[in-house]
């Protein structure tokens, strides 16, 4: 066997968590189909089964165990971790790729969807990492690969939208992966990390988070759809003619069209998450998008949360979607 992956993943063991949809199902159908045996977790079990059936219809090599963990909950995360050491002896790599949007706003939002979405994003990452590090300790090389966002680099969606949580919890995931690199180079030399930063990939995170967080536009409480309306109109559009249905209407539209008219597909982002770790690159930015964005705020880090900043971004065809 080579000594890192540069021969790819074959008779090795893989955990992806969030492997319900999106990026973590592209990476364990991509693993499985390499001959790689995949653990994965999520919250939402009809979407794992779907991973699992995808799995069996590409006629994977590798094994694929799935479970239902919450991983900001460390007490399902060490469950997951025990079920997995029961399935097999030691873990090659960590995806930690679970995550949702949420909590915008320190002032205007309410806490339960701050914390829910920072714990999400941070302590997912921190939980897992922490209860799968003995299983990678007793393996002959491995690698902890964490996503952060461009979110972890920019604290952003624009001038017109909070964004809090969300950024804060991706600035931390990159920290924490950049001092790994360290960590493990002192303490477990035959570990190392990624932090993968995408820009706008098509998936149902906007629908996922939705269900997640408990603002399902279908579901939605009038009390919710007030809040909205009334950001909305912040933002100076009139929003008098528009009906509680049609605001539904419209906040399905958007979450779905996040998904579709992305510029890079789940499963192209999970070829260049897999094709990285094989470079055993630690710095992996996923689309056009997040490279051009990199760059900017390298050049121009004082101008980063000006409303200039942003029209020129877009003016460049980067983050064109407005969700
Ligand atoms: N899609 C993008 O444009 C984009 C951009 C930058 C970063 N990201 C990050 O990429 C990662 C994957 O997101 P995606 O876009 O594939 O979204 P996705 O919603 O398709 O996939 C995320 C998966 O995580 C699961 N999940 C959510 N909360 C969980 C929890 N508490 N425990 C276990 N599983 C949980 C969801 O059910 C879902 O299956 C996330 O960390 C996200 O923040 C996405």
Redesign the pocket.
């Known amino acids: 066997m080579s000594n890192r992956f540069e021969n790819g993943f074959n008779g090795r063991v893989a955990v992806v968590?969030?492997g319900?949809?999106?990026?973590?199902r592209e990476l364990v159908r991509q693993l499985a189909a390499d001959g790689c045996d995949v653990a994965a977790?999520?919250?939402?079990a009809e979407?794992l089964a779907d991973t699992v059936a995808m799995c069996a219809a590409d006629g994977s090599r590798g094994e694929v165990f799935t479970a239902i963990?919450?991983?900001?909950d460390e007490a399902q995360v060490l469950e997951f971790r025990d079920a997995v050491a029961k399935w097999r002896p030691h873990v090659n790599l960590l995806f930690n790729?679970?995550?949702?949007?949420g909590g915008g706003s320190i002032i205007d939002n309410d806490r339960t969807e701050w914390d829910k979405t920072f714990a999400?994003?941070w302590f997912?990452v921190y939980y897992n990492t922490l209860a799968f590090l003995p299983q990678l300790l007793k393996s002959d090389v491995g690698h902890v690969v964490n996503?952060s966002?461009?979110n972890g680099f920019w604290a952003s969606l624009g001038p017109d939208i909070s964004h809090t949580a969300y950024s804060s919890a991706k600035f931390a995931v990159k920290g924490f992966t950049e001092a790994l690199i360290t960590d493990f180079a002192l303490n477990a030399p035959h570990l190392h990390a990624s932090v993968v930063m995408?820009?706008?990939?098509g998936?149902?995170?906007v629908i996922?988070s939705g269900k997640?967080l408990g603002r399902d536009p279908k579901e939605m409480t009038e009390d919710q759809l007030s809040q909205i309306r009334e950001r909305i109109a912040r933002r100076g559009l009139d929003m008098s003619d528009v009906s509680d249905e049609d605001l539904r209407v419209g906040m399905q539209a958007q979450a779905e069209a996040f998904r579709d008219v992305?510029p890079v597909s789940?499963a192209q982002a999970a070829t260049v998450i897999l094709e990285a770790v094989k470079r055993d690159e630690w710095r992996i930015l996923v689309g056009a998008d997040a490279v051009a964005l990199d760059t900017m705020i390298r050049a121009e880090p004082e101008n980063a949360y000006t409303p200039d900043f942003f029209t020129r971004l877009r003016a460049d065809g980067i983050f064109g979607f407005t969700g």
Do not use: E, F, Y
Request: one cysteine or more.
């Open positions: 968590t969030g319900g949809t999106g990026m973590g977790c999520d919250v939402i979407n963990a919450d991983v900001s790729n679970a995550g949702i949007g999400v994003c997912g996503t966002s461009v995408p820009g706008h990939i998936t149902s995170i996922n997640i992305a789940a």
